[in-house]
């Protein structure tokens, strides 16, 4: 039994940190892009207008600031995830989100906000792997300070 867990361990160690982060990126970002795109279909039928009148009832913002700031986030953060493209402030911006729906909205869900945190922390603490704008961003500014910088 020690010798199969050891197999396993050592199997899953070569699971690399790019496929995590864009199956990451991708199922995270999905989450709250269609939760953003149920809030704009709500905008004109007054249905998230109404959600955040009554069932959110988020403290210190108003029902309509509260849906537009939402609206926005689950709207754009989710394509720059996708892009890979400042994941880390999108994920750590989304990880905010999820906290004031865990505390203030559904204090019930952690089981979903639990795995929704974890996702988003992995994304902020690891970043989004080689293949993202952030990865290309990088390694352009490492390319052009190296062919400007003085030598000696």
Known sequence: MIQLLTRLNAALQHIPHELLAIVARISIGTVFLRSGMLKLEGWTNGTTLALFREEYQLPLLSPE???SLATAAELSLPLLLFLGLFTRPAALAL???TLVIQ???YPNAFDTHGTWAVVLLYLAKFGPGAVALDSLLARS???KKATTSPTV
């Open 141 to 143: 500014w490492t390319a």
């Open 103 to 105: 505390l203030f909205v």
């Open 65 to 67: 600031v509260a849906a």
């Open 95 to 97: 990880l905010g989100m």
